[in-house]
């Protein structure tokens, strides 16, 4: 797989994702990152990629030509598959666990990063999809290209090091169905005053399974309900869940 980033600060991925998961993953061979300065596909002697708004107002814009440029140069590179070309701005399609696992199946992304008020509205054209990171302003898109990239290479078979440990976490659609993961307990078994539920001590696989999926699915009516909707739960799960939330809304 190849990540691509297409940036006006190239240089703030590199300690990232020379870093633990990410920087393994990599020498690995799982994955390859690459950062790109968009400066080089600009053609004027400042360099220039931003201009003032049409119809005035705060700020600069990014240009089209110099995206547009990069896009089609990194979409034809010899050899390779062409990108899924993603942009980042807060008015694209909220990130999700779903959307990770869709894109940890592409051979290779460029990942578009906005700075300055945003980009000319013409450059989203070249996109395949437009994604947000959440409902919040941020200075650039290079945080976003870290958040996306960081929740795709960890879903790479092999990245983990540990294959089980992507199966049962939060959001996934696989073995966790869509719930927010139970609560998880270490070393001391008492911490001042506070103990570890005693199935858990106990042993007893199929009763600490069980506990789990109970686990998961009250700390998921409780804190994200709109997911209970959209889970994988057994008939009797969903009966269970739906009144539990109904109970809590009733404060019983
Ligand atoms: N004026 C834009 C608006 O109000 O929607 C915000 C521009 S923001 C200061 C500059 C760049 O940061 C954006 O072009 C985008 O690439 C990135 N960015 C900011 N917030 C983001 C978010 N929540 N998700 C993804 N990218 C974001």
């Excluded at 996109?127 to 990239?149: H, K, N, P, Q, Y």
């Excluded at 998880?184 to 911490?191: D, G, I, L, M, V």
């Excluded at 696989?205 to 009250?218: F, N, P, T, Y």
Aim: overall charge negative; charged content about 25%; hydrophobic content about 40%.
């Amino acid at each position: 797989m190849i990540i691509e980033a297409l940036s006006v600060f190239p240089e703030v991925f590199e300690g990232y994702m020379s870093a633990s998961i990410m920087g393994r993953a990599q020498r690995a061979g799982l994955v390859e990152f690459r950062s790109h300065d968009l400066r080089d596909w600009t053609h004027d002697r400042h360099r220039t990629v931003d201009d003032e708004p049409y119809g005035g107002g705060a700020g600069m814009l990014m240009k089209v030509p110099p995206i547009a440029e990069a896009v089609a140069a990194l979409s034809s590179t010899p050899g390779e598959p062409s990108p899924h070309v993603v942009f980042f701005t807060p008015s694209g399609a909220p990130f999700t666990q779903r959307a990770a696992e869709r894109l940890a199946a592409c051979d290779r992304i460029l990942f578009v990063c906005g700075r300055y008020e945003g980009i000319d509205e013409r450059a989203y054209a070249l996109a395949d999809e437009r994604i947000s990171i959440g409902d919040f302003v941020l200075t650039g898109g290079e945080l976003a290209a870290l958040v996306v990239t960081d929740a795709v290479v960890r879903l790479i078979p092999g990245a983990l090091g540990d294959e089980m440990s992507n199966r049962d976490e939060s959001f996934s659609t696989e073995e966790g169905g869509g719930l927010l993961e139970y609560a998880q307990y270490t070393r001391p078994a008492e911490f001042e005053g506070a103990g570890v539920p005693e199935v858990l001590l106990s042993g007893d696989h199929a009763r600490v399974a069980a506990w789990r999926r109970r686990d998961a699915i009250e700390r998921t009516c409780r804190w994200r309900p709109d997911l209970i909707e959209t889970a994988a739960l057994t008939a009797e799960e969903r009966a269970w869940a739906r009144e539990y939330i109904e109970s809590s809304e009733k404060g019983v």
